[in-house]
């Protein structure tokens, strides 16, 4: 019965972006991929299962975090040899501490040149404090990090990326937040459309929404005005498999995979898998998902040489 | 239905430009923190400022202030931390507050905590700029564990000021892990205005603080607005069980002709009447909140 209040006429057909490794380890989940072979093999098996876009962290062969761009262009070229999935890479978490423009310097190396220019980069609208609240031990950890994003480095940010052909996704942990984006809208300094990505946190993560339908909801209440908006949810540590259907049906995108959180009560599913699951909840509610070139339009995308057009 | 307190925010670090009603001296702020207390505030929170309206730190000022509305008055006292103006030295910040605590007369009853780090830009609608872009107020989690042990110590009681969702869920954190005593105490702190850090002072934004506090925990809470009117918002929070914290620090109230701080908290009791509240008294304000 649902299904016939489904599909309002507009609804954009569901980008799903597979969120494959960030920086976890394998203790909970074997199938984190870590090498550039691995992350492009993966890439190729969540496009294949209906992902738009893929997101990773380049690691090294032992898990630890890769700070050498030359890696990342290297994971890219590898993407593309074997799949048109969208390519969107870190601002470097791991270099958090940093101002967001020498975060940036690496993307826009990468953005030089179109073989490895990454289609969309990530851009935290707020400055959280990255802190878990371990409830067995009582105990607070992460207590002396704040991700510190500026307005104006922010600024500066979105400028420097004009110019380079890579999109945007603005992350929102808070009201505030959000209402940055829309005066950054209002102040022209971000184009339409925009895409804004509800960053909820889990498993004891304080800084975000929870990861629960409130937690959406009360995002979703100070998102203006939704014609100028895409909008998707990440849950960083918690599933997103209990809100995926709500946040389908109310039009908005879904972004997932083991490394935001292992989905152990799955067993141990690889990031296809997750992805094979959304696009099952997707086609239940009657919503077509987006390919790569149609998550392009809808996010309105300047149309870059794909990696065929580059070879050939 | 418990009664309802009334926090009159007095100055903040508000200047004269709209407002000249805005406290700034010794004398000034004691002078309004009594006629709030007249009108039906029992707790006072203000910012001491220098001659020119900066903001001054120094423990003989606040000494001084303090000292100055009680002998006028038994209103409770909540002085600042300094806000942005004061967070480089985390660990110095409290210095002020537990220096005063030393002291019976001047022992604050309350001082802030801000659980957590916000950017507190402004975006002005009518011209299309943004302004104090570069300012981020800053409050490492870890300097949050030290202001709550301090002040358990000092025998004063926090108030958890709340931005967001996730300051909200920081602060439950911090009750959950023993170091805020029960009831705790939230200041649901939205923002109007050109302010855009905080959730808008509208029922929605008071809303969305209200769904995250913790349900297991024994709290009172207090809604305010930073560049907003909170009287629209009075109803809401004495129907919904909770007090308000109003005056021109936040708000200069230029629609009602730039009215004193005694005049919002009287309109603000008035409304709270209205809403089938009583206004609690220092006494019933210390039993509410465990003092």
Known sequence: MDKLNMNKPGMDKLIISARINEYEMRDGNPNVPWTPGEIAADAKACREAGAAIVHFHARKPDGAPEPDPRVCGQIIRNIRDLTDILVYPTLGVLARKLPILQRLQPVLDLAASPATRPDIVPLCLSSPNWDFYDADRQALRGADHVYLNPTDELIACIETLRSTGVGLECLSWEIGATRRIAALRDAAILPDPIMVAFHLTSGGMLAGHPGTAEGVETHLDFLPDRGPYRWAVMNLHGSMLPLAEAIIRAGGHVQLGIGDYHYRELGAPTNADLVREIVRIAHACGREVATPDEARRILGFSSISTAKDLIA | ?291
Not at chain 2, 2 to 8: C, F, H, N, Q
Not at chain 2, 129 to 140: A, C, G, L, M, P
Not at chain 2, 194 to 211: D, V, W
């Open chain 2, 1 to 291: 239905m418990k009664k309802m307190i009334l926090e009159a925010r007095i100055n903040e670090y508000a200047m004269r430009g709209e407002n000249p009603h805005v406290p700034w001296t010794p004398d000034e702020i004691a002078e309004s923190a009594a006629r709030c207390r007249e009108a039906g505030a029992s707790i006072v929170h203000f910012h001491a400022r220098k001659p020119d309206g900066s903001p001054e730190h120094s423990v003989e000022v606040y000494a001084d202030i303090i000292r100055k509305i009680r002998a006028k008055c038994d209103i409770l006292i909540h002085p600042t931390l300094g806000w942005f103006s004061n967070d480089e030295d985390p660990a110095g910040r409290t210095k002020c507050v537990t220096t005063l605590a030393k002291d019976p007369a001047t022992k604050p009853d309350f001082a802030p905590i801000d659980t957590g780090t916000i950017n507190l830009d402004q975006y002005d609608r009518s011209t299309k700029s943004f302004s104090h872009t570069d300012r981020v107020y800053k409050n490492r989690t870890d300097t949050l564990e030290l202001y709550a042990r301090e002040f358990r110590a000092a025998g004063i009681k926090p108030v958890l000021v709340c931005w967001s969702v996730g300051f909200v869920r920081r602060a439950a954190a911090l009750i959950e892990m023993g170091l805020i005593d029960e009831p705790a105490y939230f200041l649901l702190n939205m923002t109007d205005g050109p302010y855009i850090t905080g959730h808008p002072g509208t029922p929605a934004g008071l809303e969305a603080h209200l769904r995250f506090l913790p349900k297991n925990r024994r709290l009172e809470w207090a809604s305010n607005v930073v560049g907003g009117d909170l009287l629209k918002l009075t109803a809401m929070s004495a129907e919904r069980g909770g007090h308000i914290a109003p005056g021109i620090g936040d708000y200069a109230y230029r629609e009602l002709g730039y009215p004193t701080n005694e005049q919002v908290v009287s309109m603000a009791a008035a409304g709270a009447r209205k809403a089938g509240r009583e206004i609690a008294s220092v006494e019933d304000t210390r039993e509410l909140l465990g003092l």
